[in-house]
């Protein structure tokens, strides 16, 4: 048995670029506070400025960005002071979004994971995730957002997992997370296309969230976004390697009639629950996950393969890929799959 | 550049910043997981944030629990809204963090007056009816140390809960006792920033305002950085290791710069103030004195009039004023702040330079 760690759970968080490293190690020597008036102060201040400005850049975003410490808060931020009130989310949802919805407020999704368009022609805030966190399933956002915009609503999109590696959709307020695409946990955003889509509650980044700003943390994601996504083409060259391996070992690949991320995968093992493979492969130093990092352990059903009406979902595994992760990487895993499932 | 602003934030000390570089890692490392996911490398991310927050409860009253958040005016976000207060009473110096969350909450508000030394009455009323006492422990313009002690023991005989704004006193003073939720910063204590923790008292029950993944027992979603938690704890345990050596540093550079600027008066209490601030304002019988052309002649020492956050909004001080000065004598005053790594030669250098500088105003 092979010791060294192989690290499939990329969704839950990724390794840290080594720009991203760099930019943070640079930037925690300017130490001054950026809201200071004095030359230091206005120094911290232009580096912030200069970060935001490329975080737009690179993401091709025109509006306005709000940094704040990860996408939890900048989802927080946007449902609870957007000038519109919540309308509707999808089912399938990261907690950080379902939980502020009533059960009538939550939009179904069909077996391959999808929300119907149609549904979410309505009046107020709709939000709903890019990419689930939990299948790699990419919901059709900018049909979903003419829909919501035909109603006189607004969109919320939570692309924590596809920014940094999908283009932006077509929404109106946006909240991303650093450490889910190379760059420092402790750093996130809301972009939103025009303040006038905020109620303002004081303090730092012009009345829209208090606090001291993480400059280190907001050049590290800068930098990481200027990395760029050209490695997803291999990795989905990756996936399929590993989903031809597990369909051959008896595995199911969830949603797999969806359009998926290239980095996120949901598979399920029959007759092998998944706390059980989440032990074994963990013996093996293999690091994959069943569901969100945030619900690991709960041994909760996953309510995003409830709402997809997945049978077997006590079964699944999530596996996610990154970057760095290599074709013997995925030989190793499927080795380790074949073994628990013979 | 001489750096006077200790109070706006501080330097990231070089052990901290040593206990982040493992939590910073590439896929060579292992060592960036996510502390919440169960396999190897996210419980050994878990265990740092662990280490973490023992270094910090250490500088904390026993009893109590921390839970990390973004910042300090996240702490104080949660702690206000979090425990749903009806009526709240603060002093009139809290920091505008405090007065605008306390405002926002939706709470009927009291002020808690200070006296001419900038010091809340120990044995002030509260009215009946209040679920919530906010008092700072070292202000954060002035550099006053509140009697919290006494005013904790006030908030409880009337049956409401104290809290208490450490942010510019966690790592140089004991802890705020008798506190029953306590806010704290870490880079305002050689941290860095981006993370601030919220200290609960067992047994106080708290509503969240981040909801999502659960994490910190469900009071503060978002997963943690084991890499500034990390650094928050190293620069809590270096503050702890430290504590009389910096207050004795500071001290000793506050008597310099008195003796050198003795030409101006002391906002607040002499006597009950951390000395890492020194809030003076030009002495009346030398005129007004136009700091915004003070601090612009001296670029390269930073200091500041008052607040970080307030800054640039040419304001009065809400502090300044609540101490009954003018607006003239509250726009005549600046903040040195000494920390520790001030230097003697900074602090002789930097006077004597804002002396004559203000000399020169015809000040």
Known sequence: ?342 | MIYLDNQSTTPLAPEAREAMLQWLGGPESGGFANPHSPHRPGRAAAAAVEVARDQIVALLPLGGRVIFTGSATEALNLAICGSRAARIATSTIEHAAVLDIARASGAVLDELPVDRAGLVDADVPIAPGTSLVAVMQVNNEIGTIQPVAGLAARAHAAGALFLCDAVQGAGKLAPPEGADLIALSAHKLYGPKGIGALWVRDGVELAPLIHGGGQEAGLRSGTLSPALCAGFGAAAALAQARMTEDAANVTALWDIARDILCHWTLNGSAEARWHGNLNLRRAEEYGPLDVARLMSELGDIAFSAGSACASGSGRPSHVLRALGLSDMQAKSSIRLGFGRYTTRDEVIEACQRIESAAIDQGA
């Open chain 1, 1 to 342: 048995m092979t010791t060294d760690s192989l690290y499939l759970d990329h969704a839950a968080t990724t390794p840290m670029l080594p720009a991203a490293r760099e930019a943070l190690l640079d930037g925690l020597a300017i130490w001054a506070n950026p809201s200071s008036p004095h030359q230091a102060g206005r120094a911290a201040r232009a580096a912030l400025e200069d970060a935001r400005a490329r975080v737009k850049t690179a993401l091709g975003w025109s509006g306005e960005v709000i940094f704040t410490s990860g996408a939890s808060e900048a989802l927080t931020l946007a449902i609870a002071r957007c000038v519109q009130p919540l309308a509707a989310v999808s089912a399938v949802e990261h907690e950080a979004v379902l939980r502020y919805a009533a059960p009538a407020e939550r939009l179904p999704v069909d077996s391959r994971g999808l929300v119907d368009p149609a549904q979410a022609a309505l009046a107020g805030l709709v939000a709903m995730q890019q990419v689930n966190n939990e299948t790699g399933v990419i919901q059709p956002l900018d049909l979903i957002g003419a829909a919501v915009r035909s109603a006189g609503g607004l969109l919320l999109a939570d692309c924590a997992q596809g920014a940094g590696k999908l283009a932006l959709p077509d929404a109106d307020l946006i909240a991303i997370s650093a450490h889910k695409f190379g760059g420092p946990v402790g750093i996130g955003a809301l972009l939103v296309r025009e303040f006038g889509m905020l109620r303002p509650d004081g303090g730092q980044e012009r009345g829209y969230r208090g606090g001291t700003e993480n400059l280190p943390g907001a050049l590290a994601m800068a930098a990481a976004l200027e990395e760029g996504a050209g490695w997803l083409a291999e990795a989905m060259r990756r996936r399929q390697r590993l989903e031809d391996g597990i369909r051959t070992c008896g595995g199911i690949v969830v949603a797999s009639a969806s359009e998926r991320i290239a980095t996120i995968g949901a598979y399920q093992m029959p007759g092998v629950s998944s706390a059980a493979q989440l032990i074994r492969f963990d013996a093996q130093n293999i690091a994959v996950s069943a569901g969100s990092a945030c619900s690991s352990g709960s041994l909760r059903t996953s309510h995003v393969l409830e709402a997809m009406g997945v049978a077997g979902a006590g079964e699944v595994i999530r596996v996610s890929i990154g970057r760095e992760t290599t074709a013997p990487e995925i030989d190793r895993f499927l080795d380790a799959w074949q073994k628990l499932a013979a």
